[in-house]
């Protein structure tokens, strides 16, 4: 369930344009969630277009949005879909954070299948 889930993720960023796609596999790791989907939009306008599709393809599978944090900012969008948690950056918060830093030990899912499809 949570592969399904995920690669509708990430192929919904994907088609809203989001740049630098990266999924960590949490396992083991977090209790928060299974994977964590980070990528970043260039401006306002285009994060909260990830973080729309993300929620609407999540919706279209079947799937609750359990809650989504910082739309209206659109400076750090958290979508939370249970087991996947999508953090949508704008590019300059990105560096700031970095996710991937933070949560060095977590294993990179490679996800180029499902951008090529």
């Known amino acids: 369930m949570s592969k399904e889930l995920l690669y ?5 960023a994907d088609d809203k344009r989001a740049e630098d796609l990266v999924v960590l596999n949490m396992k083991g790791i977090s ?16 994060v909260q277009a990830i ?10 599978n079947g799937y609750d949005v359990k809650r989504l944090e910082g739309f ?9 879909l249970g087991d996947i948690v999508a953090h ?3 590019r300059d918060e ?3 954070y970095n996710l ?6 977590a294993p990179q899912e ?3 299948g499902v951008l090529n499809q």
Do not use: P
């Open 31 to 46: 209790l928060i969630a299974d994977y964590f989907l980070i990528c970043h939009g260039n401006s306002d306008k285009q």
């Open 88 to 90: 949508i950056f704008h």
């Open 51 to 60: 973080a729309r599709e993300i929620k609407e393809k999540a919706h279209e």
């Open 8 to 12: 509708a993720a990430v192929k919904a």
């Open 110 to 112: 490679d996800i180029q």
């Open 100 to 105: 991937e830093r933070l949560w060095g030990d």
């Open 72 to 80: 209206d900012d659109a400076r750090w969008v958290l979508v939370d």
């Open 94 to 96: 990105r560096n700031y």
